[in-house]
């Protein structure tokens, strides 16, 4: 069945850079896109960019565009997202998710990224 | 604020059923039929339970049903069961420029 298994949780100080993993299993990884989505403690779901494994074509929301980055490792079925410059807003739970357009199916189980000031 | 306008919260008694609306504009919902629904309960990650406005993924029961009127979409849920209760959000596809936008979610407590 399909799996996508986040790293772990993570405390940064303000300024710093974060990458979170999501290694998917279960499915042909080239085949599907992996989104990211992120949520703030007790806030809605936030839309943060998607990765195409197949040729690391990439899209992200307006927002984050110069401050997110998202690769992938073909070789481990691995997508990586690394968010630059963090600050306190920047605290959150953050998805990675599988879909084939733009309706993410499988989710990983979050990863807590704490941003201290 | 999110891009889509959800209400905070919905109540239901056992049996009865509950529309949860979802407003956006004519760049997103009114544009596209890509409007998905995910239910999602304290500390879990969202499960998608409605795509395409109408849609059911395999294994979501029948009573979870979408629909959309103009810049609208709604999730209606009959026969409400207590394991329904948790948090609703909506999302939408919002073209090439901006991609996905969500609402920000919807608090369903069954009494």
């Known amino acids: 069945q399909v799996h996508l298994v986040q790293s772990g949780a993570e405390v940064k100080e303000s300024g710093a850079s974060v990458k979170v993993s999501c290694k998917a299993s279960?499915?042909?990884?080239?085949?599907?896109?992996i989104h990211w989505v992120r949520q703030a403690p007790g806030q809605g779901l936030e839309w943060m960019g998607v990765i195409f494994p197949s040729d690391s074509s990439t899209d992200y929301a307006e927002k984050f565009q110069g401050r997110v980055t998202m690769t992938r490792d073909t070789s481990t079925s691995t997508v990586y997202m690394e968010v630059s410059s963090l600050t306190s807003d920047d605290t959150a739970v953050y998805y990675c998710?599988?879909?084939?357009?733009?309706?993410?199916?499988?989710w990983g189980q979050g990863t807590l990224v704490t941003v201290s000031s | 604020q999110s891009a889509l306008t959800q209400p905070p919260s919905v109540s239901g008694s056992p049996g009865q059923s509950v529309t949860i609306s979802c407003t956006g504009t004519s760049s997103d919902i009114g544009s596209y039929n890509r409007v998905s629904w995910y239910h999602q309960t304290p500390g879990t990650a969202p499960k998608l339970i409605i795509f395409?406005?109408?849609r059911r993924p395999s294994g979501v029961p029948d009573r979870f049903s979408g629909s959309k009127s103009g810049n609208t979409a709604s999730l209606t849920i009959s026969g409400l069961q207590a394991e329904d209760e948790g948090d609703y959000h909506c999302?939408?596809?919002?073209?090439?420029?901006?991609?996905?936008?969500f609402g920000g979610g919807t608090r369903l407590t069954v009494l």
């Open positions: 279960g499915y042909t990884f080239t085949s599907y896109f």
């Open positions: 998710a599988r879909a084939v357009g733009y309706s993410p199916d499988y």
């Open positions: 999302n939408s596809y919002r073209g090439s420029t901006t991609f996905v936008v």
């Open positions: 395409d406005v109408s």
